[in-house]
Nanobody, 122 residues
């Protein structure tokens, strides 16, 4: 069992930046960030492989968000720049992807954090 602890959410204005962190309780392989706005399905935002050699992004955030991992290859970060009101959502960290399962699909992951709220005002 892996516990994931997210932090870094908050409220910013359009164009602002936030950095989310996700610290696992133990070593994990690849990790991902998802988000869910009220009344919408959970969507994959960004993915990073075990040693950070491979990343993947949703089209809606590519070029604005950057996923990375700490030098211990465990803690994951999501740097969010040029934030828009449509980025407002609860952001979740995920780990424990089944081998061969899609990187940005929520059902691919076994372990989830409690979420951290990101609110962007216009």
């Amino acid at each position: 069992q892996v516990q994931l602890e997210e932090s870094g959410g908050g409220s910013v204005q359009t164009g602002g930046s936030l950095r989310l962190s996700c610290k696992p309780s133990t070593y994990t392989d690849d990790m991902a960030w998802f988000r869910q706005a009220p009344g919408k399905e959970r969507e994959g935002v960004a993915y990073i492989s075990t040693y950070g050699t491979t990343t993947d992004y949703a089209d809606s955030v590519r070029g604005r968000f950057t996923i990375s991992r700490d030098t211990d290859w465990n803690t994951a970060y999501l740097q969010m720049n040029s934030l828009k009101p449509e980025d407002t959502a609860m952001y979740y960290c995920a780990a424990g992807r089944g081998s061969g399962f899609p990187r940005l699909k929520s059902t691919s992951y076994k372990f989830w954090g409690q979420g951290t709220q990101v609110s962007v005002s216009s």
